[in-house]
């Protein structure tokens, strides 16, 4: 009940255009000035008109002494996770033990009711597609609230290497992000920022429904975020791959997808010719060697060290489960000698 009361109030706030950003501790980092007015004090500001010079000197009792230097700044300790965090996410703590993790793909369905079925179906998270699809951040963000805590936790395929579409993701709650067609070790490196929180990555705290979703979390959404987040980045063009070795390396990368329908269209080849699996093997030596796990359609569920994968569309597993539940009777419509339905094929 607790639950469906949580969906209920996200799915009124986000329909009525955005989650209220108030007091409460879920959006309370949000604004660092509103913190600072609540204290009502400034024990280190500097003085009205006066020039500290702190570009240059810092105050006395800072860790980062001398002149600034972004190069060579300390990290402070004020978002490392408590000592002994364990984490949450079901999906990262399956790959980590060395489970086959499957995402079930959400590509047209804009209902938060088609979405939620997918979810509670069986797969470990949902794909939600954002590269090949239309819809908005506004659509999927309902659709995430509708149902916070299915069995598959919320993940998507954004459009492309950006800090904007990852941005919109991560607020929004992804817990699995998927960014397609990476062609360099450049562009992997800026996947991975957008990603994750400092140190590790770039990524803004400015609030957002993830704040919402994930505030009961132990040792908290932004503390704990960066070790809880799975980061799967595809390997789709000749480009690619001749990164794929330095992109799996890189710190944050937990999974590579060796894509395998544009892996062909960028190469001229098809599946089982020589040059196409010569691809293939690329991203699964890059994965072995780097020790991060190997993705890929489903299709390649029994393929050597091939870990994680996406599955169907929601169109595809409404037709799958009906020919599972009715067997034999599936497709034994009458067939009329006349109108609409007249020489239909079966």
Known sequence: M????????????????????????????????????????????????????????APAGATNQGKFDDKTWKFGTAWDAPAGSKLWNPVKIKMLAGGKVTGGTVFTATDPEVYC?????GYDFIWTEHQHDARDWQTTQRMWAACPYAKAVPGVRVAYTDEREEQHALDAGALVLVVPTVRSYQEAILARDWAY??????????????FALYNSV????????????????????LAGLKDADRIAKIPG?????????????????????????????????????AGVRLCGPYAWVDRPDFTCFQAGSETGAIARGV????????????????????????
């Open 2 to 57: 607790k639950r469906f009361l949580l969906s209920a109030a996200l799915l009124a706030v986000v329909g009525a255009g955005g989650l209220y950003l108030g007091s409460g501790k879920a959006f309370s980092q949000a604004n660092e000035d509103d913190v600072a007015a609540r204290q009502n004090k400034y024990p280190l500001a500097a003085k009205a008109g006066e020039d500290t010079h702190a570009i240059d000197k």
């Open 253 to 289: 990368v937990t999974a590579v997808f060796a894509a395998s329908g544009d892996l062909g269209n960028h190469s001229g080849y098809k599946q089982n010719d020589p040059d196409y699996e010569r691809e293939i093997n690329i991203v699964h030596d890059a994965a072995i060697k």
């Open 323 to 346: 020919k599972s539940e009715l067997g034999k009777l599936a497709d034994t419509q009458g067939q009329p000698e006349v109108g609409p339905w007249a020489n239909r094929k079966k």
């Open 117 to 121: 079925a997918m979810a509670n179906a």
């Open 197 to 210: 929180f400092p140190p590790l990555g770039r990524r803004s705290n400015g609030g957002g429904q993830a």
């Open 218 to 237: 132990p040792g908290g959404y932004r503390a704990t975020i960066n070790d809880n987040l799975v980061l799967i980045l595809m390997i789709e063009t």
